[in-house]
């Protein structure tokens, strides 16, 4: 990313019979200014600056905005530079137009159980299954609406668990043939090549990685013996080792999980009890201890999950036994649930994965009625507002 100095008159193009207007807050050590909206940036940055957008369809929209996140948007007051403009989905949320999903390229080969994360602005998708246990890596370019592939994983693993430290893709556990696995496997996208680190102590697979402070956080539902288990397990990439957290209350088998303000929050999934369960709570690293909260209102397993704009979503699943579109968003700051249903997906769908990039929430995969979906999703979320 570069500095952009907004003293220099910046403008930015988009036909449109739209015009969608945004406040974004900046802050520096002294200052704070609102950004106002209409389609270019001009004046002096003591007075304020004002950023206006016009789009003609969604579509517009959807590469203009990515655009801009991925260029970055900067400014300079006093020496003292701050990104002042990546929240701007909301804009995109401000219009009837821009409400749901849009239609993104197809994932080339679909897939289900894979495990997702994002790095750099780009989506990895790592293994899964379609008739057969994969190591295929697949690579979305969400600004080109492009997929390509990386290098295959050591070995295939479906239903594994994936997450990101210093721009490295950790891929854990998951099923390897009639067992889960013990591995861990690490992709560095500037080589395009994987690493075989340091196996966990057991058998893991149908869980969840987040990371939090250098640090993967990994549970573990299943291990390969009968039951459910409650599992997590903490590795250090600097170490190259694992050791042992707290036991979560309930297991989360094919939950949905997120990290929100260092905090690791796991829900629903198949429980101890064998049966898709409601518990929603929420891991602490610094104390090593577990919280419950509220129970998720619809029971899912299978689902996607991400956490956008401080709040975790969990994207259709299981739900009864069939499929669901239902989308459910969990706020930890009001400890509640809500179900925006004007955001359900377009088709019920389990087995998908779910990566916020660039503020946009993509979900791509999984099975639709039994057969597998190629499809790739976006839906632009509104921020917080503070």
């Known amino acids: 990313m570069h500095e952009t100095n907004l003293k220099q008159q910046t403008a930015m193009t988009i036909l449109t019979p739209h015009r969608l207007r945004a406040r974004v807050r900046c802050q520096t050590q002294h200052d704070e200014c609102a950004l106002l909206a209409p389609l270019q940036c001009r004046g002096q940055i003591g007075a304020g600056v004002l950023l206006a957008f016009d789009f003609a369809n969604i579509e517009a929209f959807t590469a203009s905005y990515l655009a801009i996140l991925k260029e970055g948007l900067f400014m300079k007051i006093k020496n003292r530079t701050r990104l002042i403009a990546t929240g701007l989905a909301l ?17 080339p080969t679909p897939i289900n159980y894979a495990a997702a994360d994002q790095i750099d602005g780009l989506v990895y998708v790592a293994g899964g299954f379609d008739t057969s246990n994969e190591a295929i890596l ?13 290098a295959s994983m050591p070995a295939a693993r479906y239903q594994a668990s994936a997450g990101v430290i210093n721009s490295t893709l950790y891929v854990t556990g998951g099923w390897s043939g009639s067992l889960p696995s013990d591995s861990l496997f690490a992709y560095n996208p500037q080589t395009n090549s994987w690493a075989t680190l340091a196996s966990m102590s057991h058998l893991s697979s149908c869980g969840a990685t987040g990371s939090i402070d250098g640090k993967l956080y990994v549970t573990t539902p299943c291990n390969g013996n009968s039951g459910y288990f409650t599992l997590l397990d903490i590795y250090d990439p600097v170490a190259n080792s694992w050791t042992t957290g707290a036991d979560s209350y309930q297991a989360h088998s094919q939950g949905a999980a997120g990290v929100i303000n260092g905090k690791f929050y796991v829900t629903s999934g198949i429980n101890t009890s064998g049966v898709t369960g409601a518990t929603t709570e929420v891991y602490d690293p610094t104390t090593n201890t577990w919280t419950t909260l509220r129970n998720i209102p619809i029971p ?23 499929d669901t579109t239902v989308v459910q968003v969990y706020d930890p ?11 359900e997906l377009p088709t019920a769908t389990d087995s998908l994965v779910g990566v916020v990039d660039y503020g946009v929430l993509f979900v791509t995969g999984g099975s639709a009625d039994g057969s597998l979906s190629g499809a790739t999703e976006s839906l632009a979320v509104l921020p917080r507002v503070p």
Not at 138 to 150: A, I, K, L, Y
């Open 138 to 150: 697949q690579v979305f370019d969400p600004t080109s609406q492009t997929w390509t592939t990386g």
């Open 300 to 322: 899912v397993n299978a689902p996607a999950s991400a956490v956008i704009s401080g709040r975790l979503y969990v994207i259709g699943g299981v739900s009864g036994g069939s």
């Open 333 to 343: 700051i009001q400890n509640r649930w809500a179900r925006p249903v004007a955001d």
């Open 91 to 107: 804009a995109m949320m401000m219009s009837p137009a821009f409400a749901g999903w849009t239609s993104q390229t197809a994932i």
